[in-house]
């Protein structure tokens, strides 16, 4: 059946013909990107926005603050400082750091890491509180040792030698004739033990019995040679290597029994 033609009425009002709807300002075509656009979000070829990489954005944006740990304020409770301390790398117990001590000079304390841990500190920041004390405080504690096995050495040498009298012109003499007859770097090694200062005593003596007293029995010339040598090398008087030094200390006693 044909469809009815449509009919007009004389007189009646027609309707207006229809107009498309109006697009939203942030679609409409513009011919100047908005200030409030970002340029990357802008296609000066169409003159809209890139919707696409806008949204993009706001995607990696909100990614991004779903990750975030937000800080504790006077009014957080104790599970939003825990979150953020475990952000921040702090192990789950003192337990947990692996600290390591490969100088030797002490090991890790559960004590100290117990109150580390109370810090809120992590791994890297409780090794560096361990690495600062071996760099600072262990030479600072090696020098007092140092200073007092010093004042008892001294006190030694003084008690040998009969007083602090004798001991001020006996380590006068020494000095001198070290001076004279060892190498400059030996001097350091030899005065820093008791050990060490009668060797020297004893090697002056045997050189220049004048000089010093008189009346006393010389030693075994080829042993005094031995110990001189072994005083003399690198690894008593700058190395400090506690093998070789026994080795010179048991020669000493050996070639003076009367001053062990």
Same mark, same amino acid.
């Given at each position: 059946?044909?469809?009815?033609?449509?009919?007009?009425?004389?007189?009646?009002?027609?309707?207006?013909?229809?107009?498309?709807?109006?697009?939203?300002?942030?679609?409409?075509?513009?011919?100047? /990107?908005?200030?409030?656009?970002?340029?990357?979000?802008?296609?000066?070829?169409?003159? !809209?926005?890139?919707?696409?990489?806008?949204?993009?954005?706001?995607?990696?944006?909100?990614? &991004?603050?779903?990750?975030?740990?937000? %800080?504790?304020?006077?009014?957080?409770?104790?599970?939003?400082?825990?979150? $953020? $301390?475990?952000?921040?790398? !702090?192990?789950?117990?003192?337990?947990?750091?692996?600290?390591?001590?490969?100088?030797?000079?002490?090991?890790?304390?559960?004590?100290?890491? #117990?109150?580390?841990?109370?810090?809120?500190? +992590?791994?890297?920041?409780?090794?560096?509180?361990?690495?600062?004390?071996?760099?600072?405080?262990?030479?600072?504690?090696?020098?007092?040792?140092?200073?007092?096995?010093?004042?008892?050495?001294?006190? &030694?040498?003084? #008690?040998?030698?009969?007083?602090?009298?004798?001991?001020?012109?006996?380590?006068?003499?020494?000095?001198?004739?070290?001076?004279?007859?060892?190498?400059?770097?030996?001097?350091?090694?030899?005065?820093?033990?008791?050990?060490?200062?009668? #060797?020297?005593?004893?090697?002056?003596? +045997?050189?220049?019995?004048?000089?010093?007293?008189?009346?006393?029995?010389?030693?075994?010339?080829?042993?005094?040679?031995? %110990?001189?040598?072994?005083? &003399?090398?690198? /690894?008593?008087? /700058?190395? !400090?290597?506690? #093998?070789?030094?026994?080795?010179?200390?048991?020669?000493? &006693?050996?070639?003076?029994?009367? /001053?062990?």
């Amino acid at each position: 059946m044909d469809s009815p033609m449509p009919v007009t009425v004389p007189g009646a009002p027609t309707a207006p013909p229809a107009t498309p709807p109006a697009m939203p300002p942030a679609l409409a075509p513009a011919t100047q /990107r908005p200030p409030e656009v970002p340029e990357k979000f802008w296609d000066p070829e169409t003159g !809209r926005i890139r919707v696409e990489a806008l949204l993009k954005s706001y995607l990696a944006l909100e990614k &991004r603050l779903s990750q975030m740990v937000a %800080l504790p304020t006077a009014e957080s409770g104790p599970e939003e400082r825990l979150r $953020l $301390l475990t952000a921040l790398g !702090r192990p789950q117990s003192p337990e947990e750091y692996a600290i390591a001590c490969p100088h030797g000079l002490f090991e890790a304390d559960p004590e100290i890491n #117990a109150r580390l841990f109370e810090a809120g500190m +992590n791994q890297e920041q409780a090794q560096a509180v361990y690495d600062l004390a071996a760099e600072k405080m262990v030479p600072l504690m090696q020098s007092l040792v140092a200073d007092l096995e010093a004042e008892r050495e001294i006190e &030694r040498l003084m #008690a040998e030698f009969g007083g602090p009298e004798r001991w001020a012109e006996i380590s006068r003499q020494m000095l001198a004739w070290a001076e004279r007859n060892l190498p400059a770097d030996a001097l350091p090694g030899l005065t820093t033990s008791f050990d060490g200062v009668m #060797a020297l005593y004893e090697m002056m003596k +045997n050189r220049e019995p004048a000089s010093v007293a008189e009346g006393e029995t010389a030693v075994d010339a080829s042993g005094e040679r031995d %110990l001189q040598a072994m005083l &003399r090398d690198p /690894r008593y008087w /700058r190395d !400090r290597d506690p #093998a070789f030094i026994a080795k010179v200390t048991e020669g000493f &006693r050996r070639l003076y029994p009367e /001053r062990g």
